[in-house]
């Protein structure tokens, strides 16, 4: 993916008329092209010197994971500077999500996550986002499919690189480019309480989640070190005026991390500040990143999921598949694990 505000200024520089910007800008959304000689609206004299001047793609696959059952594939992308970012796919029945990564590494560092273990090495530009899901948009269209949601969960804080993520959004949700459904995207955000503020002046209709995972300042303090700058207090009334001013229903992912976050101070903490209307919590079991926490059993998750329904907050259990690939929630950047990476003969049965 190329910056439209540079593509047009080529083509200017080219003494080409500006409509010819659009089309390359529509081939490479719509068209999914991945080369200038295949933008065949364009003369050939144009098209040789836009392969000498612009890359189309802003990074390049290296190599791709895929589930035993084809549900999770992961690709492993290099970026122009040589850093390795990862995005993965789920293929559901009637849709197809990209998880896709907003920083290579993540500053926030939570205690769960294998993001954060190594700090943040940069941010993503809106482009290096954009071409984690043109990749998957081309697969998936050999299949007949397309892509239907996209979400900021992959590695990375994407409030810390809001304008690029943000612009990120905009370009794939453009009807005249790629033209995502804005419902269908969701960005996440560990508490930037700033930035959630800022999120809910836009007039857009992109979903909002919080990663909460501990609903006491003393245990938020030691899970998600940000909560020391934007305590529970500050980001829930920022959380609050969002579903007021907006009308949306706002999400809170919550990693269940056996006997640390699940005890009864936690349900009655969470009971008190999720029990309202437009307050959704995710229940998600801890996947393993080799650190000190463990997994709940599918029991211990069911009966925190049954404690916190009966105190009234409204909430789900969310699977996380990709786990035998490393590519579930919080696993990307993990030791790598080899399998082939064929796409489904059969799409229906995905
Ligand atoms: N930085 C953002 C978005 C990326 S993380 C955020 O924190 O919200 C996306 C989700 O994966 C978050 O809800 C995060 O808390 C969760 N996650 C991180 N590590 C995990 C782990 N080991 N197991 C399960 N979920 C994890
Ligand atoms: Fe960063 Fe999110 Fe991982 Fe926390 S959970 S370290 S904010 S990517």
Redesign the pocket.
């Known amino acids: 993916m190329i910056d439209p505000a540079v593509l047009r200024q080529t083509i200017a520089e080219l003494g080409q008329p500006s409509y010819r910007a659009t089309q390359v800008y529509r081939a490479l959304t719509k068209g999914l092209v991945t080369d200038f000689a295949a933008v065949a609206v364009l003369p050939r004299d144009v098209r040789a010197t836009l392969a000498e001047r612009l890359q189309p793609l802003s990074l390049s696959p290296v190599e791709t994971f895929v589930t035993s059952t084809g549900d999770a594939r992961k690709t492993l992308f290099q970026t122009h500077d040589g850093h390795a970012v990862e995005a993965v796919l789920m293929v559901y029945r009637q849709r197809a999500t990209v998880?896709v990564?907003?920083q290579v590494g993540?500053s926030?560092g939570?205690a769960?996550?294998?993001?954060?273990s190594d700090g943040l090495k940069r941010s993503l530009s809106a482009e290096e986002m954009v071409d984690q899901v043109l990749h998957f948009a081309r697969g998936l269209r050999d299949l007949g499919r397309r892509v239907t949601n996209v979400?900021?969960?992959?590695?990375?804080?994407?409030?810390?690189n809001y304008d690029e993520t943000l612009r990120a959004c905009r370009l794939l949700c453009d009807p005249e480019g790629f033209g995502l459904g804005a419902r269908g995207v969701s960005?996440?955000?560990?508490?930037v309480e700033p930035a959630v503020r800022r999120f809910t002046a836009e007039e857009s209709q992109i979903n909002l989640?919080?990663?909460l995972?501990a609903a006491t300042d003393a245990l938020r303090d030691r899970l998600?070190p940000l909560n020391r700058r934007y305590p529970l207090d500050v980001l829930f009334a920022a959380c609050a005026d969002y579903v007021t001013r907006r009308r949306r229903k706002l999400f809170f992912?919550?990693?269940v991390l056996a006997g640390v976050n699940d005890g009864d101070d936690q349900v009655r903490a969470l009971a008190g500040r999720l029990g309202r209307p437009l307050y959704h919590l995710?229940l998600?079991?801890?996947?393993?990143?080799g650190?000190e926490?463990s997994?709940p059993e599918p029991r211990e998750l069911a009966a925190l999921y049954d404690q916190l329904t009966a105190a009234g907050v409204t909430c789900t259990v969310r699977r996380?598949p990709g786990g035998e690939i490393e590519a579930?929630?919080?696993?990307l950047a993990l030791a790598r694990v080899r399998r082939p990476a064929t796409w489904p003969a059969r799409p229906d049965q995905t």
């Open positions: 998880c990564s907003s993540c926030v939570c769960f996550c294998a993001s954060g979400v900021f969960m992959g590695m990375g804080e994407p409030f810390l960005i996440s955000t560990a508490g989640a919080v990663s995972h998600v992912e919550y990693v995710n998600i079991a801890y996947n393993e990143t650190g926490f997994r996380s579930a929630c919080g696993q």
